[in-house]
């Protein structure tokens, strides 16, 4: 079992930047593949990206087409932590982040994923 939070969310001017962190306080996250979602209000929670367990070719990554380009999704395993950088944030970023591990699948399904943190605000400012 892994216990997950999420940290680094605020306010931030359109045009800014935020990193977001994941921390497991149990578990090791190496051992997840693991997701970011996002949930504005009045809308249903979206996939942003993820990152898979470690192969021997190194991890594959996916993104959702609004964020291809300005969000960079990596892992810290020194530090146990899996972290979104995002970059040129819009409005339209304007959410609630969360991040949650799956053991068994690297995915954009969110019922796919078993844990998940508490999650962040981030909002942008027009």
């Known amino acids: 079992q892994v216990q997950l939070a999420e940290s680094g969310g605020g306010l931030v001017q359109a045009g800014g930047s935020l990193r977001l962190s994941c921390a497991a306080s149990e578990g090791t996250l190496v051992r997840y593949n693991m997701g970011w979602f996002r949930q504005a209000p009045g809308k249903e929670r979206e996939f942003v990206s993820a990152i898979s367990q470690p192969s021997w070719s190194g991890y594959s990554i996916m993104y959702a087409d609004a964020v291809k380009g300005r969000f960079t999704i990596s892992r810290d395993n020194a530090k146990n932590t899996v972290n979104l950088q995002m970059n040129s944030l819009n409005p339209e970023d304007t959410a609630v982040y969360y991040c949650?591990?799956?053991?068994?699948?690297?995915?954009?399904?969110?019922?796919?994923?078993?844990?998940w943190g508490q999650g962040t605000q981030v909002t942008v400012s027009s």
């Open positions: 949650a591990a799956s053991l068994s699948k690297w995915s954009k399904i969110s019922s796919d994923y078993n844990y």
